[in-house]
Each structure stands twice: as structure tokens, then as C-alpha cells.
């Protein structure tokens, strides 16, 4: 079991068996918001700044001052270091149970459509490598976001996070800038319901 995800199910088994979980699990998650926005301060600054060599020291600094703020914080910023997917999902379904009054419908529903979502794109990329065929990623990413997207909330949101992190990752990777966007806009594409085909290149085998 991931380290973060352990750490986050002890909590709440402690939150349970205490007098005051209620404010336990309340002031983890304020905690872990801000820290997220501590997280995202630092990589705004840092895109700002564009200066070189850097990175280090907005990494670092972001992952300080969301510790500051607590046991949530410091896990939130481990969370979104290490681009723990699953982990984000259980975070988000915790907020959406504490301001739901069906909380245990919609999050077990969100989380079930972000897990399938997240195997939706996976099917799209492994379909992607075994076509190998020329300007086809386009095609591939559209339709991963897509049927991801059509599952509801959770498939949406697991969509875009996945799409955002190749994102990111080719970008450290220094991939060329328009060639992303254009991945990018499939992607947008893809999530708000459009058609695929739109970027199928020709001849691509009908089992895709």
C-alpha cells in the first residue's frame, strides 16, 4: 500500500475513535487545501519567475510552507510531489462527504467513475503503442478523455489529471511547446464530448 495512502486511512481511524474526529478530520483537510494552495503558489511563482535553475527552489519552497500548516498540508504536498493519483482521488471523495448530504452515494460514485475514467485513458495509451501508427496520438488522446469524460465527474476529473501530468512531464522533458498545446487542445476536445474522428489520421485499422 502506498506510504501516503496508509497514512491517510490511519488518520481517519483515529478521527473515528476520537471524542473530537469531527474537528480532527476537519482541521486535516482545511490543512491539506492550503497546502495545496501553498503547492500551487510555488509553481505559479515559478512559471512567473522563468528563472533558470530554479525549480529546485520553488519545489522546495512550496513543500515548506505547506508543511507549516500541519499534518494535512505536509501530505498534500507529498501528495502532489509524487503525483500520487489514487491518493488525490481519496482526498477529493473526503471532501465531497463532509459537504454532501448523500456523501456516501456520490463519493463511492465519483470515485468509481475516476477509477474507470483512469483505465479508460490507460486503454486509449496502450492502444496508442500497439497501432503504432503515424499521427495517431492525437486520435488516442481525444478518445481517452472521452470515453473517460462520458462516466460522469470522476471520469472527467480523472481525465484531466492524467492529461495534465503528461502535460507536465513532457514539458520537462522539453517537448516541443506547440506540439503539446496541440495535444492539449484533443484533450480539451475529447473531454467536452467531441468526436474523436475529428483527428482519426487515415487508414488507422477500424479495431481502433
Not at 476529473?157 to 507536465?168: L, Q
Request: aromatic letters at 14%; proline letters at 2%.
Amino acid at each position: 500500500m502506498k506510504f501516503c495512502t496508509f497514512m491517510i486511512l490511519f488518520s481517519l481511524v483515529l478521527c473515528a475513535t476520537a471524542d473530537n474526529w469531527f474537528s480532527d478530520a476537519g482541521r486535516f483537510i482545511a490543512d491539506a487545501f492550503q497546502g495545496a494552495r501553498d503547492m500551487y503558489q510555488a509553481y505559479s511563482d515559478m512559471r512567473e519567475a522563468n528563472w533558470k535553475d530554479s525549480d529546485k527552489y520553488f519545489h522546495a519552497r512550496g513543500n515548506y510552507d505547506a508543511a507549516k500548516r500541519g499534518p494535512g498540508g505536509a501530505w498534500a504536498a507529498e501528495v502532489i510531489s509524487t503525483m500520487k493519483f489514487f491518493t488525490c482521488i481519496f482526498l477529493l471523495s473526503l471532501v465531497l462527504c463532509v459537504t454532501s448530504d448523500n456523501w456516501a452515494r456520490r463519493a463511492g460514485k465519483f470515485m468509481k467513475d475516476a477509477f474507470g475514467g483512469a483505465k479508460d485513458m490507460a486503454r486509449a495509451y496502450t492502444d496508442m503503442r500497439e497501432a503504432n501508427w503515424k499521427h495517431s496520438d492525437k486520435y488516442f488522446h481525444a478518445r481517452g478523455n472521452r470515453d473517460a469524460a462520458q462516466r460522469g465527474p470522476g471520469g472527467a476529473w480523472a481525465a484531466k489529471v492524467i492529461s495534465d501530468a503528461r502535460d507536465f512531464y513532457k514539458r520537462m522533458r522539453g517537448r516541443d511547446e506547440a506540439d503539446r498545446h496541440a495535444d492539449q487542445e484533443a484533450n480539451r476536445w475529447g473531454r467536452g464530448g467531441g468526436d474523436p474522428n475529428r483527428y482519426r489520421p487515415k487508414n488507422l485499422p477500424e479495431k481502433y
